[in-house]
């Protein structure tokens, strides 16, 4: 573990949001995509109980490019104007903060819902988010398969009251991007889920936390607003990758090598839809598909 593992956090209130009915859809969505991805599932990660009244914990988390060119996790998913508000937030709360050293590829997103909030909507169907209802903490990021294997910890995520953050699809198996937000105090006493996760999950994340954060160099006692953990899956994606390569070669094995191009062209949307349904990632397929055909079908 190291200093890798940290880059930025960037909470925002924006209780007016709320009150609009199509961020309030992109907030209850916990089905189907538009577009090329329409068959795939993209749960909104949040403490929102799908169905009822936002309040005051309802928060959402997503995940930004810290390039700030729009790209992130709900690129395509949020209505345009919301998103690209979160953007030039980012953008701007990060220049002026004596974090920003600390900025890595991605940067986690909180939209809060509290009172005294003051985003509006411009004549132009603009936003502005002002700089008081923006803070700027840290965002650990803790790769943690092993984590995901345990029983406790897929009881504790896939709760039925539906307050974990989780980028997941409730009461399915874990796939390779699923992924779990909490936040910490500075103090890394106490947390939103510290005592509803298993015990030996908090005094990890609290143990990991403390590990980033001294090895970064940064006095814990300047830290004010809490961390945001992101806990993720990632490593399964070796054995994904292989499912996929698998599936592949096995679809386009009737072809004769000197046509497998074709034929390959021919089966490619129902390969990816298959593989997208297995829970697999658009850049984890993109890899599989070319891994399969330059290892098995280039003419000889």
Known sequence: MNEKNMSLHVSMNVPAWYQDPEFLAWLENSGPSQGKDAHVSHPVATWHRR???????????????????????????????????IIETCRRSIQSSPLRGLLGPL???????????????TPGDGLIIPDEDVKVSLRIHLDRPEWFRQDDF???????????????ERGN??????????????????????ERMPSWCWRAITDD??????????????????????????????PAMRRACETIADAIKPFPETNYRLGFADALES????????????????????ATTDKCYLPR
């Open 51 to 85: 169905g009822a009244t936002p309040n005051e914990y309802s928060d959402a988390f997503m995940l930004v490019d810290a390039r700030f060119d729009g790209q992130g996790s709900e690129q395509g998913l949020m209505p345009d104007r919301y998103w690209m508000a």
């Open 173 to 194: 198996a874990f796939t390779e991007f699923s992924s779990v937000f909490t936040m910490v105090d500075p103090a890394l006493e106490s947390g939103d889920e510290s």
């Open 271 to 290: 390969i990816s839809r298959a593989l997208f349904d297995e829970g697999l990632n658009e850049e984890t397929v993109q890899k599989a598909l070319r």
């Open 209 to 238: 936390c403390c590990t980033v954060i001294l090895r970064s160099g940064i006095d814990p006692q300047t830290l004010t607003a809490y961390l945001c953990v992101q806990i993720t899956n990632g490593a399964d994606r070796a």
């Open 107 to 121: 940067v986690s997103v909180q939209l809060t819902n509290l009172d005294g909030g003051r985003g509006v909507c």
């Open 154 to 168: 897929w009881d504790w995520v896939n709760d039925e009251e539906g307050r974990v953050a989780a980028q997941h």
